[in-house]
């Protein structure tokens, strides 16, 4: 059964192009699984049926997991299973008729436009080359909408400062150029011009971010960047590293974007997604009339 799960998750790296951390999380989740079916004495994947499947999310309840993470965990087995039907290792899916448990979409936190103002004054405030590369991590954050990921993924290269644009590789490894404000191009410009250099250990480094080894700079190591500028602007409410890209998307939509400009922006592959920001969109645009309409 060890041999069926490498398998798959050998194709959702090689052919699908699934991210590290998404495959990692596939790995988990269909570990968790097996040690659930360990004891059950199942050694084939054609003697699990659909009733080992719904004990397996009742026992994922019992254990006080959120209805998010059961769904998320059902939903990598249905994918491991729907792929041995695909590759014929099954003749039929037992997940067929399984739906996962519904979850209530949470809107993201955005940010107001005066936070984000706040936020990205506040590498500005400083002087040499952390300023110069944080300072231009931010304005390319809220500038392109990109993933935490994706921004970390950059290289010199794919910022064309000439043309003001930024090419970056989504999820599934799909290609797409985004526009980049004045502002945004200053500070990268600015950035390779003082900042990176004094970061750089290597001339055959071709990271655009990178932390103080000389070494491309990590997601966790932007993660707590942002969250000690957030801290230093005043920003109580949650920011999380996403919380940029929802600010981006939100903002556009206000300003009167396109839905499916923004979608492309973003990289969604569904437009459903990017449908929840017209609701935060909505709500900021009734809270700015609601400020300069105050009732009577």
Known sequence: MDGQVHGFLRYIEVEAGFSRNTIQAYRNDLNQFMDFLAPLGLADWRAVGGEVIVSYM????????????????????????????????????????????????????????DEVVRLLAMPR????????????????????????????????????????????????????????????????????????????????ERALFLNPRGARLSRQGLWLIIKGYVER?????????????????????????????????LGHSNLATTQIYTQLSNDALRAVYDRTHPRA
């Open 125 to 204: 405030d400083g002087s040499g080359a952390k300023a110069l590369r944080d300072a231009a991590m931010l304005e390319l954050m809220y500038a392109s909408g990109m993933r935490v990921s994706e921004l970390v993924g950059l290289d010199v290269g794919d910022v064309d400062l000439s043309s003001g644009t930024v090419r970056c590789l989504g999820k599934g490894r799909k290609e797409r150029l985004m526009p980049l404000y004045n502002r945004a191009v200053e500070a990268i410009h600015d950035y390779l011009a003082d900042g990176r250099v004094a970061y750089l250990k290597s001339r055959d």
């Open 233 to 265: 602007a005043g920003i109580e409410s949650e920011v999380t590293p996403h919380t940029l890209r929802h600010s981006f998307a939100t903002h556009l939509l206000s300003g009167g974007a396109n839905l499916r400009e923004v979608q492309e922006l």
């Open 58 to 113: 009742l026992h994922l309840k019992d254990r006080g997991y959120r209805t998010a993470t059961v769904a998320r965990k059902v939903a990598s087995v249905k994918s491991f299973f729907h792929f041995l039907v695909k590759e014929g290792r099954l003749a039929e899916d037992p997940t067929a008729s399984l739906a996962a448990p519904r979850v209530r979409k949470k809107l993201p936190r955005v940010l107001a436009q």
